[in-house]
């Protein structure tokens, strides 16, 4: 069980550029979770899917796309970069959505928009 | 917007010490989770409480929700080097996702 992976780690980009942070679980879990988390702060919720074909906005979905085609599956696009999304970004999965259910973690993506 | 607000921001013991600290809302919890999230990882579940008034014990930490479910507490006897890291609390949005606290910095120095 590999648990929650992404990738890449690390990430540079130019003002204006596209890229999307892969995201995928091996644990069956039908809720996914896309987070960022600035210097010294706490995770913000950026967007999050209940199950395959379904996704909602959370706390800061703007400048953010995401799509869930299949369980394991959870990517994040990134349109038109611009230096505020310098952040770090985690995913996450759980089995049930409810707050008193786990949610596990990935490593994180490191991204610098300069 | 249902804030968690978590104090203090920033702590530095020396190993041995004892410290505590808090997660803090205006409103009821249904449940709170605290995580622990080391440099470079993502976090990881420490523990959830769920009943006002709850103690729940994890070797050295031991975790408190407030009988009215407005707030929580995490204290730690006897710090060690290995409890370094950034304590989150987080607690359910009622949307099936969670809104986390800033967070609390330890470092323990040996």
């Known amino acids: 069980n590999a648990g929650v992976t992404q990738t890449p780690k690390f990430r540079i980009l130019k003002i204006g550029q596209s890229m999307t942070l892969q995201c995928t679980q091996d644990?069956?879990?039908?809720?996914m979770y896309w987070y960022r988390q600035d210097p010294g702060m706490g995770l913000k919720l950026i967007y999050y899917s209940v199950g395959a074909g379904i996704t909602d906005k959370g706390e800061v979905p703007n400048g953010y796309n995401v799509s869930r085609s299949t369980t394991e599956d959870f990517p994040l696009r990134l349109e038109l970069a611009a230096p505020s999304q310098t952040s770090v970004y985690f995913c996450a999965s759980s089995l049930l959505g409810q707050g008193e259910h786990e949610q596990y973690f990935g490593p994180g993506t490191r991204l610098t928009v300069t | 917007t249902q804030l968690l607000e978590q104090s203090p921001q920033f702590l530095s013991i020396q190993e041995g010490e004892n410290l505590t600290v808090y997660c803090n809302s205006s409103s009821v919890f249904s449940s709170l989770q605290w995580y622990r999230q080391e440099p470079g990882e993502g976090p990881v579940l420490l523990v959830t409480?769920?009943?006002?008034?709850e103690v729940k014990k994890l070797k050295r930490l031991t975790f408190q929700f407030g009988d009215a479910r407005k707030d929580s507490s995490l204290h730690i006897t006897a710090a060690q080097p290995g409890d370094t890291g950034l304590y989150l609390c987080?607690?359910?949005?009622?949307?099936?996702?969670?809104?986390f606290g800033s967070g609390t910095r330890l470092q323990v120095q040996p």
């Open positions: 644990m069956n879990h039908n809720y």
């Open positions: 409480v769920v009943t006002g008034g």
């Open positions: 987080a607690r359910d949005t009622g949307r099936r996702a969670l809104t």
